[in-house]
């Protein structure tokens, strides 16, 4: 009998890890702390223009469908892993389930709980169109039930006997011969600098707003108004490249280059700028795609330090222009902030229940600096974006060479 193997995280890294060893024959535990996995990407929106730009958003949805699906995978949701002991071949895990009062597997996701639900906001939430599994969730500090009143009604209307509000969290032990790691990572919060004014003024997203906004609408519209922008500025590196976060987070120029590209190709007569301090084109075919960008978006190299809004709504971006070595100001009226990937806020507690490392920045580390797989935890491997910024390609290998490192770890203990 082949010993399980213990993933935690259920991103692309993870998923493609746990997609890897189950088709190896192995049993997976695939750990995930929401409520439906998949991860940052899950919601990613096709860049595609009249042509495929390989921004590979596509891939998630299909590995959702495998791992879902493939008989070796057990999938724990709302679960987190508070204690690890032993060692390669033989981990012994403490993991807590957070109560499911709405049932994964009975849940039809009808939607009449929500309906009848009478607090507001809504306690029960509706998954997204892409969640796995596709139920319903309760917010326990919305709940009246939960909250300790009398309020019975969406349990006296579901269809199938899917609400149990006397379910408690649940402990539960596991033993597995290896864990990969694959907690994935935290999208900068603009908020932390205070003059791009994320948050103050509408008509400031950030890329992962763009994300949301394309995978739900299709196209873009200006917050404040619902018109289409004409006038769009990119700003790059927000929370990449400064003091505090000394690495390039490696994907931002690429979706910022792609969404311009559909925007561009939505409405021609838009004009986008994109501000950068220097532009990553790293990766296959990716150079070409910036001189086709080229052709019908502008690049300024400069560095926004502030933006401020108008009497009449614009935005004036106040940026030092590096090639000219001057201060200049101009007006968009829609700017967003290509925000890159920060480590979790909570590695150092997975880094204190596992015994693993941190290194710099607060990305997990590995024993080598050559490897960058292993951690100093014999049996214990890093996949994806917890361990360095990665775009979907890079983690889905850094996924499958966690898995190999995995299995031929549990070879040698044979
Ligand atoms: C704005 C933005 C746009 C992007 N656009 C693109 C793009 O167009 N193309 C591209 O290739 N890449 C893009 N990326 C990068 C892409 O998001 C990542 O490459 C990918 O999501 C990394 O996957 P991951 O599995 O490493 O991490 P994640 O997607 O972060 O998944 C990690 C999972 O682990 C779970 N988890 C965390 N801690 C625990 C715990 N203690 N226990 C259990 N579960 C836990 C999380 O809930 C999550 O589900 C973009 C990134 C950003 C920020």
């Not at 032993?86 to 009062?101: A, H, S």
Request: glycine fraction near 8%; charge should be neutral.
């Amino acid at each position: 009998m082949k010993k399980p193997v213990l993933v935690i995280g259920s991103g692309v890294a993870g998923m493609t890890s746990a997609l890897r060893l189950a088709n190896s024959d192995f049993g997976v535990y695939l750990i995930e702390r929401e409520a439906a996995i998949g991860g940052q990407a899950a919601f990613f929106c096709c860049k595609a223009t009249e042509v495929c730009t390989k921004c590979s958003a596509c891939l998630v949805p299909q590995k959702l469908k495998e791992v879902a699906t493939h008989p070796r995978i057990s999938i724990l949701t709302d679960s987190m892993v508070t204690r690890v002991t032993g060692g390669v071949g033989n981990f012994q895990v403490e993991l807590w389930q957070k109560p499911q009062y709405i049932s994964r597997e009975r849940c039809i996701a009808c939607g009449i709980c929500l309906e009848i639900c009478p607090t507001e906001p809504k306690a029960i939430h509706p998954p997204s169109p892409e969640a796995v599994p596709y139920s319903y969730v309760i917010d326990e500090s919305q709940c009246f039930r939960l909250r300790g009143q009398k309020c019975n009604l969406c349990q006296g209307v579901c269809p199938t006997n899917a609400m149990d509000f006397d379910r408690e969290q649940e402990r539960k032990e596991l033993s597995v011969g290896a864990i990969i790691v694959a907690t994935g990572f935290d999208v900068f919060n603009a908020r932390e600098i205070g003059s791009l004014s994320y948050g103050r003024y509408p008509n400031v997203l950030t890329g992962l707003d763009l994300e949301r906004i394309f995978s739900r609408e299709g196209c873009l519209k200006l917050p404040s108004r619902g018109k289409e922008p004409q006038n769009i500025a990119f700003i790059q590196c927000v929370g990449s490249r400064d003091e505090s976060h000394g690495y390039c987070s490696q994907i931002c120029c690429k979706y910022a280059m792609r969404f311009a590209r559909v925007i561009k190709y939505q409405n021609p007569d838009a004009q986008v700028t994109i501000f950068y301090i220097d532009l990553q084109t790293a990766g296959k075919g990716f150079a070409e795609f910036y001189e086709e960008c080229r052709e019908s978006i502008r690049f300024v190299r400069g560095v926004p330090v502030e933006i401020l809004e108008t009497s009449s709504r614009e935005l004036e971006v106040r940026f030092e222009n590096i090639l000219q070595g001057k201060v200049g100001r101009e007006l968009f009226d829609l700017v967003i902030l290509s925000v890159g990937i920060a480590p979790r806020k909570d590695s150092w507690e997975m880094a204190r229940i596992l015994g693993i490392n941190l290194g710099d920045y607060g990305f997990f580390d590995t024993k080598e600096p050559f490897n960058s797989i292993e951690t100093n935890v014999e049996g214990i491997f890093l996949a994806g974006t917890c361990q360095s910024p990665k775009d979907i390609p890079d983690s889905i290998a850094h996924g499958i060479s966690a898995a190999e490192r995995a299995t031929e770890a549990l070879e040698r203990c044979k």
